[in-house]
């Protein structure tokens, strides 16, 4: 998703070029034995009844579950209305999204291209397609998710994809992240449990409002950035280069990191790298900061690279961090002004939540009382109606069932225009390293739901808004 983020793409590329494998411990560090002492990403908004705001990360849910402090969890349990980012169930925004990213009709990727840029990038992906057998893990194998398969749904229409968004495929297409497919995102599977969970869910997004500064980007930034990328991962290919900073690193530090510890005053080439590395490889946003962040991109890249990278870095804050964050805030200030009695938990990138200039403080300066909520401490509000099961492969407490209970009428995100049918076996999947494929067959699966449901009522938003990043 990023566009010629050259040199900041650099390190993002770098840092899910070849992460290690997972371990099974949440990112190297271990569930601390009081709740006291877990990370919480966790704030809530002073009202009757109280609303929440929680921060996720794009990862496997599995990675992180554990390390989630129980009053998160259980403000998500009792909440009536649940909002993320996107609408993770509603076919719309798989088709939309998919759309997005296509080149004009008529045009291949070879056509816009040089030559060069072209031949390496295939190659990289023929290296990729033979490499993947060897990735995949038995668990994923005994699901029946082969390698053919997965590269194909990844990069198999990839010459008709815009030059910005096959660099994000190819940052998605790690070691790393092709073990990690087939486990839901937390995002995803946050919906997913609301979903059965019978609460109602909506967005503050909308599909456009993500992908056009993506797409906003000028031709010679995606070369640029493109190019980088490429570079970024032959050199690691050929071992002459390490990748920095790794998905793992970043589940380390969401489960046990410090939240104090985020980016403010690096120089504008790290900061973008970071930056981007969190909103396309976890879409958290700011990061903790890492121990050292790679010399190359201030020491390597020429004088002119260097102004690229800041022309990336000055667009992508304004399109992506601060605009997004005065719509988000806007936004729900609007759904809380709609929903007065109702408990409302939203869910977005950690990211939005953390730095300067972030959707807590467009609320704050709107009046309303948000405060950090640490772990341990209870949460005021009523007790939970429902409760999400616990990952399948980590351990929990067994879930209380689900109450019959009355159920809000879901806000309706559906379009006025339908989108076209798609054959399941050739939609082009997303390439987020946030696991968009598995996005889109959720969507699927609820795409005859969301058309027979008649008795929704359309949603209302205010303004634009946009997505965000936390002030890198």
């Known amino acids: 998703m990023h566009a010629a983020l050259a040199g900041p793409l650099l390190a993002a590329l770098l840092a899910t070029t070849r992460a290690r494998p997972q371990p099974p411990d949440g990112g190297q560090c271990r569930p601390p034995g009081s709740q006291r002492d877990l990370n919480s990403f966790l704030w809530t908004i002073r009202r009757h009844p109280p609303a929440y705001l929680f921060g996720t990360i794009h990862v496997p849910y599995t990675r992180v579950w554990d390390f989630i402090p129980d009053n998160s969890k259980a403000a998500f349990q009792a909440s009536a209305r649940v909002y993320f980012e996107l609408d993770l169930t509603d076919p719309y925004t798989v ?19 040089p030559q060069e840029l072209y031949w390496r ?7 990729v397609k033979l490499m993947m057998p060897s990735w995949m893990t038995p668990a994923q194998r005994g699901k029946g998710l082969y390698a053919d398969y997965l590269f194909n749904a990844i990069a198999g229409n990839w010459e008709r994809k815009r030059p910005v968004w096959v ?33 109602s869910t909506g967005a503050v997004e909308r599909v456009e409002e993500q992908c056009h500064p993506l797409n906003g980007l000028n031709f010679s930034q995606v070369l640029f950035a493109l190019n980088q990328t490429l570079l970024q991962h032959e050199s690691v290919r050929a071992g002459s280069l390490q990748a920095p900073y790794t998905t793992e690193d970043l589940i380390k530090h969401y489960n046990c990191g410090d939240l104090n510890a985020v980016i403010f005053n690096h120089d504008t080439s790290q900061t973008i790298v970071l930056l981007l590395f969190f909103y396309f490889a976890a879409k958290s946003d700011p990061i903790p900061q890492p121990k050292k962040l790679p ?9 002119h690279e260097q102004v690229t990278a800041q022309e990336i870095d000055s667009y992508f804050r304004q399109e992506l961090i601060y605009k997004r964050n005065e719509r988000m805030g806007k936004r729900v200030m609007a759904l809380l002004q709609e929903n007065e009695d ?12 953390l730095g300067n ?12 009382e948000v405060d950090h909520t640490p772990a341990g401490q209870a949460i005021d509000s009523p007790p939970a109606r429902s409760s999400a099961p616990p990952p399948e492969e980590t351990s929990a407490s067994p879930a209380p069932a689900t109450p019959a209970a009355a159920i809000p009428e879901a806000p309706s995100v559906t379009p006025t225009a339908t989108p076209e049918e798609e054959d399941p076996a050739l939609s082009p999947h997303l390439l987020l390293p946030d696991s968009l494929s598995q996005l889109e067959e ?11 449901n008649k008795h929704q009522r359309p949603r209302q938003f205010n303004d634009l808004w946009v997505r965000i990043e936390d002030r890198v």
């Not at 200039?357 to 309303?368: E, S």
């Not at 959720?442 to 027979?452: I, T």
């Open 95 to 113: 088709s939309a999204l998919a759309s997005c990213q296509l080149l004009p009709p008529g045009e291949n990727l070879q056509d816009v291209l």
């Open 121 to 127: 990038l295939k190659r990289h992906l023929d290296y």
């Open 167 to 199: 660099m994000l495929m190819v940052n998605s297409l790690t070691e790393t992240d092709v073990r990690s497919r087939g486990v839901p995102v937390l995002d995803l599977y946050l919906a997913q449990q609301a979903e059965k969970m019978k609460k």
């Open 295 to 303: 010399n190359f991109i201030n020491t390597t890249l020429p004088p």
């Open 342 to 353: 109702k408990i409302c938990f939203f869910a977005f990138g950690a990211g939005h939540f």
């Open 357 to 368: 200039n972030t959707v807590i403080d467009v609320l704050r300066q709107a009046g309303l």
């Open 442 to 452: 959720f969507g699927r699966q609820k795409k005859w739901h969301k058309r027979q």
